[in-house]
């Protein structure tokens, strides 16, 4: 049965925020089903107040922080925020690249 209108059929199951203890089920009619997808499209449900940077921004995405794990919290982040993260750590993946020679097993030609 739908979630929300417990005296209809629920024609679909629509996984939530999942971490590390598992995940939120959501069960929905056809007329939540509907209304969950058209919000997912809007506009309103990708703007607001990045997490990170604390700017108003029109293009929001949910996020982890590489650092706190998969169990740690989603933010909603912007595309800038985002970006600047990467390229910190591909500048830090590149940096543990740099400082390893290559591994010689010794059972080359």
Known sequence: MCD?????PAVARVQG?????GSEMNDLCEECLKA???????????TGKC???KQAATVLADTRDYEEGMHGPVYRVCGV????RDEE????L?????DYEPF??????
Request: glycine share 2%; net charge negative; aromatic share 12%.
């Open 4 to 8: 929300q209108h417990p005296d209809r």
């Open 17 to 21: 925020e999942t971490d590390s203890f």
């Open 36 to 46: 969950d997808r058209e919000y997912a499209r809007s506009p309103e449900a990708r």
């Open 51 to 53: 997490d990170w940077c």
């Open 81 to 84: 925020c985002r970006k600047r």
């Open 89 to 92: 750590d591909r500048a830090e």
């Open 94 to 98: 590149d940096q543990y690249d740099n």
């Open 104 to 109: 010689d097993d010794g059972f080359d030609d």
